[in-house]
């Protein structure tokens, strides 16, 4: 039997960073992962150039059941906090839209970092837990070599998305195991699917992209929207995709900007034997502009359109409204949504309240970030705030 003063389930960004701030304190550390590698889904993040974080990441760049419970952990470890270590470790690096950081080289850089600071911690990969127990203020982790023994445990195993990198829920069940409520999980950032009638309209777009705003009640994104042959995909409907449920509808504004009833009017004076699928084709992907008008049974000569057909139109690219069936679920989902609620964990520190010793960390806990580098700085926030405490 082993004694350390922390085990950390999960060599990911948020285990690994947690790791690196107890080791900092001098804490005896062991990391365990039942994969065979540290940093996997940091490797594949990016385009594997890893979106280690965004500028501008504030409290409402997340999406929790208990929406200030963030705010703490987000202020006290700021995106120039992480920068500063990157820089630290000589790790080139840039910029891209809406504040959005990635590696000049590899994502590997990331996890070489992360694993050069938790150089003093113990870190086993391709370790299974099969059992855990706690024994008045010990937990005891039993695994296929050995039995360890700790005061304290962080859950760092993230949640179930992207399963081919092995995710699962297994901090879930931990928190189920010593009394802890779950959110239920549910996919985030993910394309979403339609019906067949749906898709047999649409079967025609597939690969058509465009700049789009995406609504779903007082919540809205904007940019790219890809036609797939599934559905949709493409940053705003990733985004959106947190916020929607299975029954709700969401509206697309094809033309952000762009009043197309105004438009086409303008059109229609200025040059009034122009078909409309033309016209529209001036603003739109050709194969989008002939399905809308298509759809809105609005073809032929624009002067031989009345104002409320033209109407109706424009309202197709304006406000298209569509209902989708589902997504394509946690097998490409970039995070969860859901997970440990955090009513039941300290803000300050990632303790659970009811059971001393034990934290929870990352994707683990009911916080997610939205499309852009949110969700890495809620990782690098929550485990330094556990680290310097654990």
Known sequence: MHKFDLVVLGAGAAGLMCAAQACARGRRVLVLDHAAKAGEKIRISGGGRANFTNLHATPDNFLSDNPRF???????????????LVDQHGIAWHERDNGQLFCDGSARQITDMLLDEARDATIRTSTQVTQISRHENEFRLATEAEEVVTDALVIATGGPSIPKMGSSGFGYNVARQFGLKVIEPRPGLVPLTFAPATLSRLSELSGVSIGATVSLGKVHFSGGLLFTHRGLSGPAILQISSYWRVGDEITINLLPGIDVFDYLKAARADHPKKEVGTALAQLLPN????????????????????????????????????????????????????????????????????????????????????????????????????????
């Open 287 to 390: 194969r989008l502009a002939q399905m809308v008008v298509e759809q809105a049974a609005c073809d032929g000569r624009l002067a031989e359109v009345a104002d409320k057909s033209l109407r109706h139109l424009a309202g197709l690219v304006n406000t298209w409204r569509l209902t989708p069936d589902g997504s394509e679920g946690m097998r490409t989902a970039e995070v969860t949504v859901g997970g440990v609620d955090t009513r039941g964990l300290s803000s300050k520190t990632m303790e659970a309240r009811s059971v001393p010793g034990l934290y929870f960390i990352g994707e683990v806990v009911d916080v997610t970030g939205h499309l852009g580098g949110f969700n890495f700085q809620w990782a690098w926030a929550s485990g330094h705030a556990c680290g310097q405490v654990a």
């Open 70 to 84: 963030c705010v703490s952990a987000l202020k006290r470890y700021m995106p120039a906090d992480f920068i500063a």
